[in-house]
């Protein structure tokens, strides 16, 4: 049933609604008059065209992550690392590892037990344990290893998706569906798990809604004279706003107070954008709008575009907020 050194300080955007960010301390976002505006009198020349045949647009393709990251407090931060094992921690992992290979449970249980006492915070050891139970229809006990490993890593994928099966066997949907969406938000471009979770809600009784909010433009820097921007009809403030941040010079230092290759991917910079895509009829920013006003704009900022971008930004979101976003795609991806 197996599911086929890097140190991270990260320092996560406030968590603000679009009614919320312009503080009268910072200045407006500029608005889709003012971004045309700028782009029109700046000193850089600005080449705009259109994308009309949006079917062959190439979409960027977004990085899945690994299963071995914790985190760890220090003072006021929050470190997210990757799991070393210790050497006995690795000695007793690989030959549990071995053991499981060739079906020997019994000798692969005693040596992920012999790993827990030298690595107790390593969550592996329990959710192959549980994993064993598994195979053999112990889904009790499965259970209670693969909930050992969510208690000891909570941001470990494998267990949230490995608790979501042992609900599923006992025909406890609701709970397979909640674990199985915590294990998408934590390994947000995941494709194998993205379909289960859809098998997931038809489990719930429920259906996917696969809506998004996928910007569709292409900008190209030319020295350092100006941009050629390309985009959609429905993407044009987007894309227009998105130049500035890149290349107008004092626009990023101005909105964020850092360079755009310093910070390139922000909340801010993405409320901006849409902000200045507000003219759009696309239905999928109808849609954000009314999303907005039920309050749930900063998760569909988060969900639909930042998650995607930078997937390890999840793993440092506080409980409050993967609630919120659980939430967020009970609410908005649900297919009525």
């Known amino acids: 049933m197996k599911k086929i050194l890097i ?15 312009n503080k009268t301390s910072e200045p407006e976002l500029p ?42 407090k220090k003072d006021s931060s929050t470190l997210l690392k990757q799991y070393m094992l210790s050497k006995a921690g690795k000695f007793n992992f690989e030959k549990a590892e071995k053991h ?47 909930k050992k490993g969510v208690d000891v890593n909570a ?36 494709k194998e798990l993205f379909e289960r979770l859809k098998i997931g809600f038809k489990h719930a009784g429920k259906r996917w809604d696969d809506w998004g909010i996928t910007p569709i433009f292409d900008i190209t820097a030319r020295g350092d004279s100006g941009a050629y921007i390309k985009m959609s009809e429905e993407w044009v403030g987007y894309a227009c706003a998105e130049a500035l941040w890149r290349y107008e ?19 801010k910079k993405e409320v901006s954008c849409l902000y200045a895509n507000q003219n759009s009829k696309s239905k999928d920013m109808e849609k954000l709008w009314k999303i907005a006003k039920d309050g749930y704009f900063e998760e ?21 907020m993967i609630n919120r976003l659980v939430e967020y795609i009970n609410k908005y991806h649900l297919s009525l």
């Open 249 to 267: 010079p004092g626009f990023s230092e101005k909105y964020q107070g850092v360079k755009y290759k310093d910070q390139p991917i922000s909340y």
């Open 300 to 320: 569909a900022v988060w969900y639909e575009i930042l998650s995607k971008e930078v997937p390890l930004s999840v793993l440092v979101m506080s409980h409050d």
């Open 155 to 190: 941001i470990d994928y494998d267990a949230h998706w490995f608790l979501a099966d042992a609900y599923n066997k006992k025909k406890d949907y609701d709970l397979e569906l909640k674990e199985l969406i915590i294990a998408h938000l934590l390994n947000r471009n995941h």
């Open 7 to 21: 140190l991270l300080f990260v320092d996560l955007l406030p968590f603000i609604l679009l009614a919320q960010t």
């Open 100 to 146: 499981y290979t060739a079906k020997e449970y019994d000798s692969a249980k005693f040596y992920y037990k012999e790993t827990m006492k030298t690595d107790s915070s390593y969550s592996k050891p329990y959710i192959y344990i549980g994993d064993i139970y598994y195979l053999n229809n112990n889904y009790d006990s499965a259970l209670v290893y693969y």
């Open 31 to 72: 608005g889709p008059k003012e971004v045309l505006t700028i782009l029109e009198n700046s000193q850089k020349i600005y080449t705009i065209d259109m994308i009309n045949d949006t079917a062959g647009f190439k979409f960027p393709e977004y990085q899945q992550i690994g299963d071995q990251y914790y985190l760890e």
